[in-house]
């Protein structure tokens, strides 16, 4: 323990930066190239925040913070993200987590009234005053005879510099599709998930509605998991530029912009979305869009 070094607020040092990124590798597998082509490509968060033990040149335990705003029940909040909480297993049980969480939370409590993070071991930090968030993502019937569709869909990638001019684009002019809970500024988020090949192959952009969507048809269900664009279309519009037919909807964010109808139902997944702080938004079945992971 005495070799150990603390290094925070380094995310500008690039020296520093990449010395994190084995950390990564290591304990969730993301490669160091992905980090540094995510950095190269102007990726990053800016607000990005890493508090590190460094055993040498060796980053071994990391705990993150960011700058998350939210739209709750119409108020604009700011509030703290956390996130790449990840300690090299042989440096494991020696307390770095605990010591990096109380620096991380005494920053947080300094500048932020609530913060959140996703984990798939919620008990890990109700002792830091976390709570579970119950998700919940929205479903109604709705058929669509994709027969008269004609297919004008693009299919969009972060790795096209011009398919990038339009998402930045969009994410610039970006309307929010709901009121109810929404992350305003989750670009970064969104382009880490992209380098996810799965939702690569979900991301689209629409020239009759000038707007990007994120949705599969899974076994004649309409996934939809975002839109993005100056200008949030209505469902029927949305569905008119569906070249698939699908006889359900299931909307991956709150669908009070978008309107009435569905019925709410708990989401399930291996991670769970948490809140530290007096702020009640369970009650309103909220889901951060998976595009906005972090």
């Known amino acids: 323990m005495n070799q150990l070094t603390f290094e925070m607020k380094y995310a500008g040092n690039d020296e520093l930066r990449e010395r994190l990124y084995p950390l990564f590798e290591k304990v969730f597998g993301i490669q ?12 990053w968060d800016p607000t990005y925040i890493p508090f590190t033990f460094f055993n040498g040149d060796t980053a071994v335990a990391n705990v993150s913070v960011f700058e998350m705003p939210l739209m709750i029940n119409g108020e604009k909040v700011l509030v703290a993200g956390i996130q790449s909480v990840m300690t090299d297993p042989d440096y494991r049980g020696k307390g770095l987590m605990k010591s ?58 972060i790795f096209d510099p011009a398919d990038m001019q339009k998402i930045r684009w969009a994410f610039k002019n970006n309307t929010p599709t709901s009121v109810r809970f ?4 989750y670009a970064p988020s969104f382009y880490l998930n992209m380098y996810n090949p799965m939702l690569r192959e979900m991301l689209y952009f629409s020239p009759d509605l000038n707007v990007i969507l994120i949705f599969e048809i899974d076994e004649e269900t309409l996934e939809l998991y ?13 569905y008119s530029v569906i070249p698939q037919s699908f006889n359900k909807v299931n909307l991956y964010f709150p669908p009070d912009l978008l309107g009435e109808g569905f019925s709410a139902v ?5 991670d769970f979305l948490m809140v530290r702080g007096d702020i009640d938004v369970e009650s309103l079945q909220i889901k951060l869009p998976i595009t906005a992971e972090f």
């Open 266 to 270: 708990e989401y399930e997944d291996v």
């Open 32 to 43: 160091v190239d992905t980090f540094k082509d995510f950095y190269a490509r102007g990726f």
């Open 100 to 157: 990096l969480m109380h620096k991380a939370l005494e920053y947080i409590d300094t500048n932020y009234e609530y913060s959140f993070l996703m984990t798939s071991n919620p008990v890990l930090y109700t002792k830091y005053g976390f709570k579970v968030i119950k998700e919940h993502f929205f479903t109604k019937l709705h058929l669509h005879d994709a027969e008269k569709v004609e297919n004008k869909l693009e299919r969009l990638t």
């Open 182 to 185: 929404y992350p305003p500024a």
């Open 226 to 238: 975002d839109i993005i664009g100056p200008e949030l279309p209505t469902l029927e519009q949305i």
